[in-house]
């Protein structure tokens, strides 16, 4: 997959964090009793598999005693997407409309700084949908910049964990890669 996005990583309480998509076993790694949650904004380009966007949360988790990443909330505008996503992967996508009037969150950014190079991280997801866990390992590199990201969530909305809450530190990344492969 190709494409940009806005990472934002927000601190929160240890039991505002959402698990129901967690394996068996799986923890969100805390720290003073709050955990680190990123929300993302993708914008998947030409190039990719499908072209499409995506709202996510990302968690990590502590993982059959490893570190891995957890993603229990996920919309995308594409139904091929949700499919795929929640058939090969357990990542429970939901279909939502992105733009103006989106009922689950907007994002302003301003780039700041660029960072030299491309930089790439790698390692496992752990995930949990419709009673099966499902271990993978993903790949992803970009350009990244730092940024000032404002994040607008409803109140009311199922992000309304992280209203009021300003991200520790945001990222806009572009020339995106992200690969999912099976893992244990």
Known sequence: ??????????????????????????????????????????????GSVLTYEELLVAVPVLDRGAVAVSVPQIWVDSEASRQGGRELWAIPKQLARFGAGSSIAAVAVKSLLPLPGRWRFAGPIAQHLDGRDVR?????????????????????????????????????????????????
């Open 1 to 46: 997959m190709r494409g940009s996005a806005v990472i934002s990583v927000f601190r929160v309480p240890r039991d505002e964090v959402p698990r129901e998509h967690l394996p068996r076993g799986a923890r969100p790694i805390t720290l003073a009793g709050s955990a680190f949650v990123a929300v993302a904004f993708v914008s998947y380009e030409p």
């Open 136 to 184: 993978a390992r993903a790949v992803m590199s970009g350009r990244y910049r730092l940024a000032e990201a404002a994040w607008l969530v409803p109140a009311g909305g199922p992000l309304g964990y992280l209203t009021g809450r300003t991200p520790l530190v945001s990222v806009a990344m572009d020339d995106m890669r992200l690969t999912f492969g099976q893992g244990s």
